[in-house]
């Protein structure tokens, strides 16, 4: 289990059982390994950062099959593009996030959305340059299942009783509140042919602390979140290419940092103008203190397929023995027959093929 996952699970632990101190808890968010096909979830000002007119993905992770209740988090995310106009090579973004996580013996359940908008200025320079700020607004709702659960009430002399009762008093099995959250991006190019692609940006979510306390109690809020990102895309040639993508995470007093790149193949197109057939990677990430992550991708015309296991090589790995969890991607990108996309879809930065 990672440091972030941890302190929220020991956090739902606290808080059900009454356990809160005077001092402020702080629970932690919910991710994934292949953090970058989830760019709302990391930086709103990411939405609408791909090759094409629109881009639908979902993604599935379960962990923890080895040692516990199995740790189960899915997301769907959709997102757009839209040209400001004719004169200007600006451009909106609109998209939604929508997550499930269920985690533990009394299911612990969070379910939530998260509609994105962001804004891309153009430079207007040689290398496609944009600074995009982005913005977005949750509902979260998070419960769990009161028969499921077991406390120190229920034991007398060292045996477990379920006729007893649990103890707990005033707690709620389901609790629901509101997220803000706001990013900034700058992408841009460079090199011969604009041979590589970059891109580099902040967001904040949690920004006003939500109550997250199933005994409505103030003390227990969400911890403004910080995400640094930033990624690469590098064209060797007309087949090999590299993909590097690094993101640092930082909410309370726990930190999480990600990073790693891919290698990629294509077979070249016949002209410009089409897009190759299918494209291969294979490499690998790291989360430090925490997995090693092995990752292969496959693009097959517009659609994309991906497949990684986090190898866990934290404290818990004799327990786990270096079994973690495995998590899938499915993404389809797609272009509007509407003429008035396409002079967006040709200055917009492209961090794949």
């Known amino acids: 289990m990672n440091n972030m996952k941890r302190k929220l699970y020991l956090l739902l632990i606290a808080s059900l059982t009454g356990a809160i ?3 402020e808890l702080q629970a932690q968010d919910i991710h994934f390994s292949q953090f970058y096909e989830t760019t709302i979830l990391r930086n709103p000002a990411l939405c609408g950062v791909f090759n094409g007119d629109y881009k639908a993905s979902v993604n599935y992770r379960s962990q923890w099959r080895s040692i516990s209740t199995p740790y189960t988090t899915a997301q769907l995310s959709l997102e757009t593009r839209i040209p400001v106009n004719n004169e200007s090579n600006d451009f909106f973004s609109a998209g939604l996030l929508a997550m499930y996580d269920k985690a533990g013996s009394i299911n612990m359940k969070t379910m939530s959305i998260y509609p994105a908008i962001n804004f891309s200025k153009s430079l207007g320079d040689a290398y496609n340059s944009f600074i995009t700020a982005g913005f977005t607004a949750g509902y979260i709702q998070r419960s769990f299942d009161p028969s499921k659960m077991t406390t120190n009430s229920q034991y007398q002399q060292g045996m477990y009783n379920p006729s007893l009762p649990t103890g707990e008093e ?18 841009s190019g460079g090199g011969e042919n604009n041979a590589f692609t970059y891109f580099v940006g902040v967001a904040g979510y949690h920004l006003i602390k939500p109550k997250a306390s199933f005994y409505n109690s103030d003390l227990v809020r969400l911890e403004t979140r910080w995400n640094v990102s930033a990624g690469l895309n590098y064209r060797i040639n007309d087949n090999w290419g590299i993909i ?12 999480e940092i990600i990073g790693g790149g891919l290698i990629s193949w294509k077979n070249p197109p016949q002209n410009d103008e089409d897009s190759p057939l299918y494209v ?11 997995a090693v992550i092995p990752v292969v991708k496959l693009d097959y015309k517009r659609y994309s397929f991906g497949i990684s296991y986090d ?13 973690g969890g495995m998590e899938l991607s499915l993404v389809k990108t797609g272009l509007f027959k509407d003429p008035r996309w396409q002079k967006s879809r040709t200055v917009c930065p492209h961090f794949f093929w």
Request: a positive charge; glycine letters at 10%.
């Open 280 to 290: 291969f990677y294979l490499g690998a990430f790291y989360r430090n203190a925490d």
């Open 170 to 187: 005033g707690a709620t099995p389901k609790l629901n509140y509101w997220d803000i959250g706001g990013g900034i991006n700058f992408s």
């Open 244 to 255: 590097a993508q690094a993101s640092y995470t930082m909410q309370g007093k726990s930190t």
């Open 311 to 323: 190898i866990n090589v934290s404290n818990l790995s004799t327990a786990s023995n270096f079994r």
């Open 21 to 23: 101190p005077t001092t």
